[in-house]
């Protein structure tokens, strides 16, 4: 597992960024920030988040929102409908 880590840890930032343009932003912040020092950083240098409230729990909604840096954010998508309502509010 370590020598996983080591040689994901070698792979250019750019890599990984691109990596991370394919998940959802709770896999981000919730599984790979907290691997280690290199992907907590290489995380909260990521400028193309696309945040979709539609995913996000209450709880995670909290902890991203605290973790999130508003100008990393691309993309974010609101919802209004029976199953969520006031969000947009």
């Given amino acids: 597992l370590k020598r ?3 040689f994901m840890e070698n792979l250019p930032v750019e890599i990984l960024h691109r990596i991370f ?4 932003i709770e896999t981000i912040f919730f599984s790979i920030r907290p691997l ?3 992907f907590r950083s290489t995380v909260l240098n990521y400028d193309r988040l696309n945040f979709n409230l539609k995913i996000s729990s209450k709880c ?3 902890a991203l929102c605290r ?5 990393n954010i691309r993309f974010l998508t609101l919802y ?10």
């Fill in 4 to 6: 996983s880590f080591q």
């Fill in 36 to 38: 280690s020092r290199y």
């Fill in 80 to 89: 209004h409908n029976e199953q969520i309502p006031e969000q947009i509010s």
């Fill in 21 to 24: 343009d394919q998940l959802d």
């Fill in 60 to 62: 995670h909604f909290d």
């Fill in 67 to 71: 973790l999130i840096a508003p100008e």
